[in-house]
């Protein structure tokens, strides 16, 4: 059974920083183009950051380009995103993504295989 998991959200002010973690079990990340959607409440999904993990080229939507760096470690299970300067804005319900057949990112939602339940961030004014 592929899960991702995801952990690391939580509440923080404004300004503030979170890291978030994704954990992968049943498939590995060595082939696939990995990421993170998020969605705030009565908003849809929407692209946040991706990197092709053998390639290790990144992607970031506009909203977060020089806030947030999506990483990974020498695991071939492993996720990160690094949430600086945090704006109350980004909050939302963060997913971990991922897909095999994409050559490039897309922020179509429903062309990712494989999500996580999702953790929640909260950005206090």
């Known amino acids: 059974q592929v899960q991702l998991v995801e952990s690391g959200g939580g509440l923080v002010q404004a300004g503030g920083s979170l890291r978030l973690s994704c954990a992968a079990s049943g498939l590995t990340f060595s082939r696939y183009i990995v990421g993170w959607f998020r969605q705030a409440p009565g908003k849809e999904r929407e692209f946040v950051a991706a990197?092709?993990?053998?390639?290790?080229?990144?992607y970031y939507a506009d909203s977060v380009k020089g806030r947030f760096t999506i990483s990974r470690d020498n695991a071939e299970t492993a996720l990160y995103l690094q949430m600086n300067s945090l704006k109350p804005e980004d909050t939302a319900l963060y997913y971990c993504v991922a897909d095999r057949s994409l050559n490039v990112y897309t922020n179509n939602p429903s062309r990712w295989d494989y999500w996580g339940q999702g953790t929640q961030v909260t950005v206090s004014s």
């Open positions: 990197i092709r993990w053998s390639a290790d080229d990144t």
